[in-house]
């Protein structure tokens, strides 16, 4: 009876949920979903685990991936959410080795890595639980014989793991999972508790930064200004041409102002920009020469003449 009741439990939280979540997850980014019934947001990627950038450390806290002790089962789970484990597998039962780098879920025993579950990111819910599927994992005991090192088929029943997640509402609590049951040895039960699985509001993505939407705001007002002034201006004040302009006479000694400003400075320049006035000089010390001979000449031309009139 216990069995049955499982295996009808397994059935139902394995089925896909139709066509409605599925429209729906293709809306959202991976590792999020919305409620049915209550509308709430849920985003699971803060308590996925990633492995460090080369060179760097993992934070403290978040070395590797989760962990929950399996008590009577005789093993203990290393378990991921929305992604692959951090763990670097060296040899998985019943899985061909392209699939390793996907395993989401698994346990070590007699020396032997078993895979859970491998990789997926599109939670669901079923009624109003927050439920993560694993499924695909090495072969469950009723063919762990045939040791098959192919890609997984569909008529193949793999190890498969179920999350149930519950909301932890206290704000100091930290994410948690533990292990619940496993059926036949091929289907696990964890539920996981974290202040993520409670929900709330979906944030909008911004496409501006602050600096492009204050840029925005400004150039509606500047808009703003200049239609309304002009309308203003053309309408009420009866002004035409640039006098339609608001504040015209204001931009207008502005303009002025700027004008005067650039003669001034263009004119200081110029003093320092090179000339002809050092040829000038020569040329005006040159006729300043002749000019002073001639002025001897004539002042010795008239004592000439005046002694000549003495005689």
Known sequence: MKLAFF??????????????????SKSLKPCTIRSPT???????????????????????????????????????????????????????????????????????????????????????????????NYTGGSLCPSKSSLHSH???????????????????????????????????????????????????VEAETQALSPGGVFGVIVLIAVLVYLIGGCVYQRTVMHQRGWRQLPNYAMWAGIGRFVMDMFIILTSSCARFLPSRRGYSRVSLGHENGRRGRRNDDENRLIDNLDEEWDD
């Open 7 to 24: 295996s009808s439990l397994v059935f139902l939280l394995s089925t896909p949920d139709f066509s409605t979540a599925a429209e729906e």
């Open 38 to 132: 209550t509308d709430r947001f849920f985003n699971l990627n803060p308590i996925r685990r990633e492995p460090p950038e080369e060179g760097k450390k993992a934070k403290e806290g978040e070395e590797g991936s989760w962990h929950a002790k399996g008590h009577d089962y005789g093993a203990n789970f290393t378990i991921n959410f929305c992604g692959p484990v951090v763990e670097e597998l060296t040899h998985v039962v019943d899985l061909s080795k392209d699939y390793w780098k996907n395993v989401s879920a698994f346990y070590e025993r007699d020396g032997e890595q078993y895979a859970i579950g491998l990789e997926n990111s599109e939670p669901v819910f079923r009624g109003r639980k927050l439920v993560l």
């Open 150 to 200: 192919e890609a997984p088929s569909e008529d193949e029943r793999r190890k498969t793991t179920v999350i149930s997640l519950l909301c932890e509402s206290d704000p100091l609590a930290k994410t948690s999972i533990s292990f619940v049951a496993a059926v036949d040895d091929c289907v696990y039960f964890f539920e996981g508790r974290s202040p993520f699985a409670c929900g709330g």
